[in-house]
């Protein structure tokens, strides 16, 4: 087995045996989101034509449990590895950068796949969902989970105890997160923060995401792809940059 395969391996089977802490525990959580903001405003409000409350959250309840879980999987690997020393059994052997950030990636958003399927098949029988534009979906779940991936191993990178990649969580993933659309339309804000939203590279993943099911969004789908595939291709740039320096994990 090479080594990249070996790395992968060991990355899923690190979250796979814990996936009741990894897997069911974000779904629990997204189905609580659920219940609680559709029981409030079911019947209330309609952000799209046709569209109900309830509907319009799934999926950015699943997209958002698919980019806090990306993050959170490579992130986490990452600074435990350096805690306990065994980063050096993943530097000494002869894995090229891109072999190691390809590893932590894939394995990242393997678990956000699984948890976002997760979520669906929790609300499938509550809350169905169409399925208007598949490629779409598929294109903006692995490509929002590629940019925070990215960022987990960024912050991983840069951490040196458990406390700074929860500050990093706290206050750079999950407000980003919560102001990407996951509950509302953009539309629905003052136009200032309409403007800010469209600097959050979080909300076109959403957005694209969510069009995918409903075929309607807040921007068109082509620009939205190409915003947040551009996020991803800079986050992973500066990841093999950081890999091949060897900062925070060579010196």
């Given at each position: 087995m090479s080594g990249f395969r070996t790395l992968l391996y060991k990355e899923v089977l690190r979250f796979w045996k814990v996936?009741?802490?990894t897997v069911a525990a974000p779904v629990l959580s997204a189905l609580m989101f659920l219940l609680v903001f559709a029981?409030?405003?079911?019947?209330?409000?309609?952000?799209f034509p046709g569209v109900g409350y309830a509907q319009f959250l799934v999926p950015g309840l699943a997209?958002?449990?698919m980019l806090q879980n990306a993050f959170a999987n490579s992130s986490s690997s990452l600074i435990q590895s350096k805690l306990t020393g065994?980063?050096?059994?993943?530097?000494?052997?002869?894995l090229a950068p891109g072999e190691i950030f390809m590893a932590y990636l894939i394995a990242a958003v393997i678990r956000a796949i699984v948890v976002g399927a997760g979520v669906f098949a929790a609300t499938f029988f509550l809350v169905p969902v169409p399925l208007a534009h598949p490629l779409w979906v598929i294109a903006f779940a692995l490509v929002g989970s590629g940019i925070l991936a990215a960022l987990g191993?960024?912050?991983?990178?840069?951490?040196?105890?458990?406390?700074?990649?929860a500050a990093f969580q706290n206050?750079?993933?999950?407000?980003?997160?919560?102001?990407?659309?996951?509950f509302y339309s953009v539309h629905a804000l003052p136009r200032e923060w309409q403007v800010a939203s469209h600097f959050n590279p979080f909300f076109y993943a959403v957005d694209g995401?969510?069009?995918?099911f409903f075929g309607q969004s807040d921007v068109a789908p082509g620009t939205s792809l190409v915003i947040a595939t551009a996020a991803f291709a800079a986050l992973s740039f500066l990841t093999l940059q950081l890999l091949r320096?060897?900062?925070?994990?060579?010196h």
């Open positions: 996936s009741f802490q029981q409030a405003l079911s019947g209330r409000v309609e952000v997209m958002m449990a065994n980063i050096v059994f993943i530097l000494l052997p002869p191993v960024i912050a991983g990178i840069w951490a040196e105890k458990f406390e700074q990649i206050f750079i993933v999950t407000p980003l997160t919560f102001l990407a659309g996951v995401f969510r069009y995918g320096s060897g900062y925070k994990l060579r």
